[in-house]
């Protein structure tokens, strides 16, 4: 059974860091792309950052761009999402979600995806 599970986030402070985690169990990562993705309340799910299945490809959401790096450890069937600088409106419900074929920012094309990890940026 292909699953994802997200861990690592929380509460942190405005300007703070949070490094979230997406595991992957029942299949090998390293076959896959991975996007993180995040939904805040009353609104639509957004693409944050995705990585090629090598490794070799990142892209970043304008949002993110100079804040967050994405990175995957296929050994340990791992991807990261390192967030700095973070602020109010990063709060959200993270996601990871992965793919074989579709590499982006768009949610529509991924068939796997975890449950999701709270990330809230507050004084």
């Known amino acids: 059974q292909l699953q994802l599970v997200e861990s690592g986030g929380g509460l942190v402070q405005p300007g703070g860091s949070l490094r979230l985690s997406c595991v992957a169990s029942?299949?090998?990562?390293?076959?896959?792309?991975i996007g993180w993705f995040r939904q805040a309340p009353g609104k639509e799910r957004e693409g944050v950052s995705c990585?090629?299945?090598?490794?070799?490809?990142?892209n970043y959401a304008d949002s993110a761009k100079g804040r967050f790096t994405i990175s995957r450890d296929n050994a340990k069937s791992t991807v990261y999402l390192q967030m700095n600088s973070l602020k109010p409106e990063d709060t959200a419900v993270y996601y990871c979600?992965?793919?074989?074929?579709?590499?982006?920012?768009?949610?529509?094309?991924?068939?796997?995806w975890g449950q999701g990890t709270q990330v809230t940026v507050s004084s």
């Open positions: 979600a992965a793919d074989p074929l579709f590499y982006g920012l768009s949610d529509e094309a991924y068939d796997y």
């Open positions: 990585i090629s299945s090598s490794g070799g490809s990142t």
């Open positions: 029942g299949f090998t990562l390293d076959n896959y792309n």
